[in-house]
């Protein structure tokens, strides 16, 4: 009896074995940390600032001028060119429709020496047996055009500044031997001693007292393509000074420069209206004068309108200016319009009406007339 209970005792342990598994294996000692959290890497989508439009147009210039150079190569010009006196030159600006600028001193003679025509893609520039006094600013710009007219692209442009260099000319040539510079106190005043070869070394003097006026880089200054440049003008500052260069060789003394210091307010036309007569008798002629009193380099211009204008009446209007040295340096501009009138008749009675204009404004004056 006892064998069978130890028998079922037996197959009972093995049952419960089956079902529960085999005894558990010993555990693997665990690392040190190994039960801490690990911290979970976040991937977060980068942040974008949108930046706010801005509502100007950014216009992105474009040279358009190349100069061409021997055996047909070509080059696109520096700022500054350089190349000596007596060669050619030739310069192209892409474009259908080109207009150009250069020195001044090519246009006051209409020289032949310069040529410039608009070809199918491009406009050309030509000049020949160059000169010292072709020193200066070459630019061209390309023209938009519509119904309405032509404006200038300013994304199509090209410029550089050249100096022919001449050995007997230092300073670029005048065609003076004495210039006048008026000095404003509301804007800078310009010397124009330019030089033919940007190594010059440049010194401005005055003639009496002998002296050399220091230019301090602030209030006076010098700049090659310009001159020497008083930054605010004051009345002690007028007088005769010239200018000296020197560049591997002997110096040179440029023109003198006249120094006018002008009192005048910038504005509109300050002027004044008067009459031979204001009652006049048939036949009899008679002239009225507009007058107008301002800074000595702006130019005044004048108009008319009088009774007999619509009926095409013949009258005579002379324009004219003069400066006046008022001392100590100041001068004024007198500019005047006269309009006369011969045998004077009934519909030459009324208003007459002149106005005077410059860049800053318009003035208006009138006075009557009547037959006698």
């Excluded at 977060?44 to 706010?52: A, D, M, Q, S, W």
């Excluded at 040295?325 to 100041?330: A, E, K, V, Y």
């Excluded at 501009?333 to 008749?345: A, G, K, L």
Aim: charged residues 25%; contains cysteine; positive net charge.
């Amino acid at each position: 009896m006892k064998v069978w209970v130890i028998f079922t005792v037996i197959l009972v342990h093995e049952a419960l074995q089956n079902v529960f598994g085999q005894p558990g294996k010993a555990k693997r000692p665990k690392e040190p940390a190994e039960n801490k959290i690990k911290p979970a890497i976040k991937k977060l989508k980068p942040k974008v600032t949108k930046l706010k439009e801005s509502t100007e147009p950014i216009t992105k210039v474009q040279s358009i001028m190349t100069q061409v150079m021997d055996k047909g190569r070509f080059q696109k010009p520096p700022t500054m060119l350089t190349m000596s006196a007596g060669q050619s030159m030739e310069l192209r600006c892409k474009g259908e429709k080109i207009t150009w600028n250069y020195p001044e001193y090519l246009d006051t003679f209409k020289d032949t020496r310069l040529s410039i025509k608009q070809l199918e893609r491009y406009g050309q520039l030509i000049l020949t047996n160059s000169s010292a006094a072709d020193t200066g600013e070459f630019s061209c710009w390309a023209q938009l055009c519509d119904s309405r007219g032509c404006k200038k692209d300013e994304s199509k442009t090209g410029t550089t500044y050249i100096f022919f260099t001449d050995k007997g000319e230092l300073f670029v040539p005048s065609p003076n031997y004495f210039e006048i510079v008026y000095m404003h106190p509301d804007k800078p005043a310009i010397i124009p001693c330019r030089v033919t070869t940007s190594s010059a070394k440049v010194t401005l003097h005055r003639e009496f007292p002998a002296e050399e006026i220091k230019a301090d880089g602030t209030d006076i200054s010098y700049d090659v393509k310009k001159g020497f440049i008083y930054q605010h003008p004051i009345s002690n500052q007028s007088g005769v000074v010239y200018c000296r260069a020197e560049a591997r060789g002997a110096p040179q003394i440029s023109i003198k420069y006249q120094l006018l210091y002008v009192e005048v307010p910038s504005g509109p036309p300050s002027a004044t209206i008067k009459t031979t007569a204001n009652k006049v008798r048939s036949g009899n002629d008679f002239s009225i004068f507009c007058t107008v009193l301002g800074e000595p380099n702006v130019d005044v211009d004048f108009t008319w309108i009088y009774p007999g204008q619509q009926y095409e009446r013949p009258v005579t209007i002379q324009d004219s200016w003069r400066l006046v040295n008022r001392g100590i340096g100041h001068t004024t501009r007198i500019s005047q319009s006269i309009i006369t009138v011969e045998d004077f008749e009934t519909i030459d009675a009324g208003y007459y009406i002149c106005r005077a204009q410059n860049l800053r404004g318009q003035t208006s004056l009138a006075t009557r007339v009547d037959r006698y």
